[in-house]
């Protein structure tokens, strides 16, 4: 959608998908898994250079989980071009835009936040949009996945843009590099009642890799000094299945020297948790969406370099990570390729992980699943 390609990626997809129509050893296969796990870095780091290049860094920003009494948008999803077509078009109209779920990092960046428009992030993670859509009273656009199937009581409210889609709900068209026309979603959410508040308050965010870096000193200084002992990442993605809840338990169980790195939709299991700070370093650095993951991995890469240290696993650095689908399997790859190894993955391991698969994930790269959260925290940091 911004315009951004890599030739270099592009070949490694058409290689990859021809290597398997072909009789490879186990050994071959986990040297292509490894090469898509570093094509799934170069692509990660393309995305981060579209955001980044278009909307500038993001920056440490107290988000608003309050509302005003102006009608408004919701939009969800990922696309952050979307969002600043929306902007742009709403500017003046009175008409108010929040953002929901992995929306929530846009109010990040400096060419998002600039617009008054944009008013904060109303709700949580995807699985709560029934509620959570209902309360909004205004329209919903969603730009890419995580639509849940609506009630009827908001159906004709929910509009959706680019891949995303649902029967019988309006389809915005527009295509990559084309202007999109807001006007319909615009016009229906003047006729709407402003939202209910559901929350007050606010949440900071915006620690991608360009800003933790800012602060290294700082961070580097915690570290000497014993008042950080260790950072524990925490990205992937939030479920509505109670043993999710698991990742807030451990949140509020990690002893208060511990620094949550997180990215993607997971966060919201602990991101509005008062677990205070660090000599002025908020426990919860939000790194963005699920495709920010890069930036921790950037930010585990610095550190490895300023610390002097040989291998990345010798890091202060414990991987906690939340599992949910397919689309993880990418970020997951790319930490293996930057031989990163002890990753934890909960609440259970992923479905198509056959016995054979999982047995070399395990024996090559440490790859576990969860126990309690007394247990992990012993592990963790015993």
Known sequence: ?????????????????????????????????????????????????????????????????????????????????????????????????YTHSEMLPANYYPELKKYDNLVGNYGNAWWKQKEEFESFNGPILMTTNCIVPPKDSYKDRIYTTGSAGFPGCKHIPGEAGSTKDFTEIIEHAKKCASPTQIEEGTIVGGFAHNQVLALADQIVEAVKTGAIKKFVVMAGCDGRQKGRNYYTDFAKALPKEAVILTAGCAKYKYNKLNLGDINGIPRVLDAGQCNDSYSLAVIAMKLQE????????????????????????????????????????GPTLPAFLSPNVAKVLVENFGIAGIGTVEDDIELFFS
């Open 306 to 345: 300023v610390f002097g240290l040989e291998d990345i696993n010798d890091l202060p650095l414990v991987f906690n990570i939340a599992w949910y689908e397919q689309k993880a399997v990418i970020v997951l790859l790319a930490l293996l390729f930057l031989g990163v190894k002890n990753i934890h993955l």
């Open 1 to 97: 959608m911004l315009d951004y390609d890599s030739e270099e990626v592009d070949a490694f997809l058409q290689e990859a998908l021809y290597k398997t129509t072909q009789a490879l050893s186990v050994d071959e296969l986990i040297a292509l898994v490894l090469a898509t796990g570093e094509a799934g870095v170069k692509g990660m780091a393309l995305l981060d250079s579209a955001n980044t290049g278009t909307f500038g860094n993001p920056e440490i920003t107290e988000v608003n989980l309050g509302v005003r009494n102006n009608p408004a948008i919701l939009i969800s999803g990922h696309d952050l071009s979307d969002l600043k077509e929306l902007l742009e078009q709403t500017k003046g109209t009175g008409v108010d835009v």
